[in-house]
C-alpha cells in the first residue's frame, strides 16, 4: 500500500498524495480556480498525474496556467460554472488522457490546438455554451461519441449529426 500523505490547503479541498503521483481535488465548496492554482506546490508540477476539481462551484475562467501540469494525465473540472472560452493552452498537456470540461458556462469553439493531443482518449465538453464546427484533424477525429458535444446549441458536425453552413470556419488556433 503506498504512502499517503494528505495536505489541506482550503476545508474543503485536499491533495492526496500517494507518493505516486496522484492529486485529487472533490469536494463542493465555493473556492475559486485562483486560489486552487496558488495553493498547489510550485516544485515537483511535473509529477501530477490526476486533477479532479468537479463539482467545486468555480466560477472563473479556465486558466492557461493549468498547462504547466505537463505529466497530466486526466484534468476534470466538470459541473462547475466556469465561464468563457476553453484556453488553447491545454493542448501543452501532452501526456494528458482524459479531459473533462462539461457541465460549465464554457462559451466559443473548442480550440483547433486539441488536434495535438494525441494521448486524447476521453473528452467531455457536453452541456456548456460551445459554438463553431467539431474538430475532425488528429486525434480529435476519433472523438465520434454524439453524447461527449450534447446540450451545445451551436455545434456543428457529423459526429452529432448537424450539418454545418460551408462559412463556419473552424476555431482559431
Known amino acids: 500500500m503506498p504512502t499517503q500523505q494528505r495536505v489541506c490547503y482550503f476545508p474543503h479541498i ?90 460549465n458556462k464554457l462559451s466559443g469553439p473548442i480550440p483547433i490546438a486539441f488536434t495535438k493531443l494525441q494521448q486524447l482518449t476521453t473528452l467531455d465538453v457536453s452541456n456548456n455554451q460551445l459554438t463553431s464546427r467539431i474538430l475532425t484533424r488528429g486525434q480529435m477525429n476519433t472523438m465520434a461519441d454524439a453524447n461527449i458535444y450534447a446540450n451545445n446549441s451551436w455545434l456543428c458536425g457529423f459526429q452529432i449529426r448537424v450539418s454545418c453552413h460551408e462559412d463556419l470556419p473552424l476555431a482559431p488556433c
Open 14 to 103: 485536499c491533495i492526496l498524495n500517494f507518493m505516486e503521483p496522484l492529486i485529487s481535488f472533490n469536494q463542493t465548496s465555493n473556492s475559486e480556480l485562483e486560489e486552487v492554482e496558488a495553493s498547489l506546490p510550485s516544485n515537483n508540477l511535473e509529477m501530477f498525474f490526476l486533477l479532479d476539481l468537479s463539482n467545486n462551484q468555480l466560477s472563473n475562467e479556465i486558466l492557461a496556467s493549468l498547462s504547466t501540469l505537463k505529466a497530466l494525465k486526466m484534468l476534470n473540472l466538470s459541473y462547475n460554472k466556469l465561464p468563457g472560452k476553453i484556453p488553447a493552452s491545454l493542448s501543452d498537456l501532452q501526456n494528458i488522457e482524459g479531459l473533462d470540461l462539461s457541465h
